[in-house]
């Protein structure tokens, strides 16, 4: 079984729906990231938490919320979907107690999501 | 944020050496230098990081030169499969935790 699970992995939706992307985590660790990317481009940081009462909001964050509902789950909700939302969604987590202390991130196997 | 800059894209060969490189101008004495390698509707994968002179692991070298400005990534000898998107994260100290990708280096290896 995969680390660090996401799901769905494949979602088409109409624009205007909400639309929740789940992310479980058994490493252990304390923080977890949501990415998205979107074709020919790199990863753009929408939020990262570092434990569960803490939540930041990254480069791209308009549009989206999320949950930290426990330490190992990262929900990642789009209240009112839009075209322009259709990406491949990554979470991901690292340890802050690892050595070097900037850690290794650890990647789920992405989401696509598809916003008609 | 430390920002970086990568050649967009690279060609080699099959057992040939391949180099990347990274400038990382703006680096903070705290901060590390990652490398990670991403294949096509796949997350990332970490490959190697660093802090200065250089580091090497089963798969790949990193060397940082004294000023830490600058890091390069050597592959030895690749192969097909190592046809993917590398991407260089520099972290740490102001940035810390906040790890944000730039756009990658897209490495093509020809037979």
Redesign the interface.
Known sequence: DAD?TQTPRNRITKTGKRIMLECSQTKGHD?M?W?RQDPG?????IY?S?DVKDI?K??ISDGYSVSRQAQAKFSLSLESAIPNQTA?Y?C?T?D?TSN???G???????S?LTVL | LANTTQPISMDSYEGQEVNITCSHNNIATNDYITWYQQFPSQGPRFIIQGYKTKVTNEVASLFIPADRKSSTLSLPRVSLSDTAVYYCLVEGGTSYGKLTFGQGTILTVHP
Do not use: C, D
């Not at chain 1, 481009?41 to 940081?45: A, I, K």
């Not at chain 1, 290794?104 to 992405?110: M, S, W």
């Open positions: 660090v923080r990231y990415y481009l790199g990863l753009r940081l990262y570092f930041n990254g480069e491949l990554f991901a690292s802050s070097p202390p900037t290794e991130l650890f990647f789920g196997e992405g696509r």
